[in-house]
């Protein structure tokens, strides 16, 4: 749909927002939960805020970490002590900084990258868009038939 | 690590004390003589602000039926805001250990300066009550990897074992 002009005065004005129509942006992003160590590198270096660090902690975030990190090995302890599955999120306080899931928002993302290639636990992955999935789906039945 | 208990029940608590408060409220204690529970198990932290959650989370995983965190009086501490850090810490692992239906008081945190020996024998004193009365902890009963873990141990002695008789053989 093409944007109106206030539409595209507004979409200048938002940071990184005159590159939502260029190549090299578009990227599909995928994210790793069980990965991710929580160090909000990716917040901090998103050009439109789509990361967000939440004031929220996933509990089974622990429990997927891999044997041998961080949260692995705090999701071993808790695993050996849990009665049930987690409730669900928790509430993080104020000054606890690394348990923290971060909020992605896709809506607000343009798909530029910024947060693969900064992630320190590779647990942001970009797929580029395929420039063949764009065109009509092709209509080889129709051809054969 | 377990120790007996005048009343019969076995349980352990470790207590991460800090050095400037704590400990030193620990060391008068001693010197005056006044009886700790035996349950207890103190360990020394620069200050309270080194425990991380994963220290506290461990120690209940590995025999601890409680830990405490005992450090300086709020806004007092020797580092400025390290025991503030420790209070957050504690409240996180109290809601992660909630969270999974586990007692939260199975973790708490404790002020005092370190010219306070009785308040530190009646915070101990506190939590062995606590602890003694709460059901024991259900160690690895639920979703554990350590089924797995064996597994893994014995293909890999399964592995090892061909290697024996040839080289006893040889």
């Known amino acids: ?145 | 690590m377990a120790a007996a208990t005048p009343d019969g029940g076995d349980r352990s608590i470790v207590a991460f004390c800090c050095r400037e408060c704590a400990y030193a409220a620990a060391d008068a204690s001693a010197n005056a003589r006044t009886p700790l529970p035996p349950t207890v198990r103190l360990v020394l932290v620069p200050c309270t602000g080194r425990v991380s959650p994963l220290h506290l989370l461990k120690a209940l995983a590995e025999g601890a039926d409680g830990v405490m965190v005992a450090g300086c009086l709020l806004g007092q501490c020797h580092y400025r805001e390290g025991n503030f850090n420790a209070v957050d810490r504690v409240a996180f692992v109290q809601r992660l250990l909630k969270s999974v239906g586990v007692e939260p008081e199975r973790c708490r945190m404790f002020t005092m300066s370190a010219g306070e020996p009785p308040k530190f024998v009646a915070a101990v004193r506190e939590m062995d009550r606590v602890i003694g009365g709460l059901p024991p902890l259900p160690r690895s009963s639920y979703g554990d990897r350590t089924g797995q873990r064996e597994a893994t141990a014995a293909a890999a002695s399964r592995t090892a074992r061909p290697l024996e008789p040839t080289r006893g053989a040889a």
């Open chain 1, 1 to 145: 749909m093409p944007l109106t002009h206030r539409g595209r005065e507004i979409l200048n004005r938002a940071p990184g927002g005159h590159l939502r129509s260029t190549a090299g942006v578009g990227c599909e992003i995928l994210r790793h939960e069980e990965l991710c160590v929580g160090c909000g590198t990716c917040a901090k270096n998103c050009p439109t805020g789509a990361s967000e660090r939440g004031g929220f902690f996933d509990v089974q975030q622990l429990l997927d970490a891999p044997e041998g990190s961080r949260r692995g090995e705090l999701g071993a302890a808790l695993r050996v002590l849990m009665r049930h599955e987690p409730d669900g999120p928790v509430e993080v306080p104020e000054r606890v900084t690394v348990y923290r899931t971060v909020v992605y928002d896709a809506e607000k993302c343009m798909g530029c990258g910024t947060c693969a290639r900064n992630c320190p636990a590779d647990a942001i992955e970009a797929r580029p868009p395929r420039a063949d999935a764009a065109p009509s789906p092709a209509p080889a039945e129709g051809v054969s038939a």
